[in-house]
């Protein structure tokens, strides 16, 4: 049986849609070989995928030179002769825009995107370049953390250096004001132990005479004996005359 009559329109699913552009894109890649090596043709292929990729099949050494003979069969002569440095700055045009597309489709393809057209041979280079990527991104992390640990760690010995020092500072501080009490307490008891010397000392310095409640005293004492020696002759009166 023949194949079945295959209706021509827009592939709706995206991931048929990316399967069927991969399979025909590399058949009409083939193809153009085919006839430039079979029939000795010069063929210049170019295809644009949906999201702007660049594929393109030159059976020359250079597409531009194709892109040129294609440009002299179909403009004015003086249009098809472009100054040498345009056809430099669209040669680099070309090879810029197609890094970019390429870089692009690797972008999306390490996001998990637009993997439907790859082979297996490119997907196991997928596989192995993002375990690289995350092996390197690892390394990293772990010397950003250690890099913070050690960080940490300085910063924990220097409060415990500024807290030992405040320790110090306190302690000194503590025995100076101890020191300054016994000073304190040693001299208030010598100068209270001298004024206590002093003051039987200097009771005994002003003479009877010259002080006036001593005289008092004095006279009070002779008054007295004067009294004992008159009742002693009162009770002894033979003694007086005899």
Known sequence: MGRGKVELKRIENKISRQVTFAKRRNGLLKKAYELSLLCDAEVAL?????RGRLFEFS???????????????NYNPQEAKAPQDSEINYQE?????????FLQTTQRNILG??????????LEQLE???????KHIRSRKNQVLLDQLFDLKNK??????LNKDLRKKCQLQETSGDNALHISWEEGGHSGASGNAME???GFLPHPENDSSLQIGYHQQAYMDQLNNEDMAAHHPGNEHG
């Open 46 to 50: 170019i295809i644009f995928s949906g």
């Open 200 to 202: 039987p000392y200097q």
């Open 128 to 134: 192995n370049q993002i375990e690289i990527s995350l």
């Open 156 to 161: 924990e010995q220097e409060l415990q250096d």
């Open 93 to 101: 045009y070309l090879k810029l825009k197609t890094r970019v597309e």
């Open 113 to 122: 995107e637009d993997l439907g057209p790859l082979s297996m041979k490119e």
């Open 59 to 73: 059976s020359s050494s250079c597409m531009y030179k194709t892109l040129e003979r294609y440009r002299s069969c």
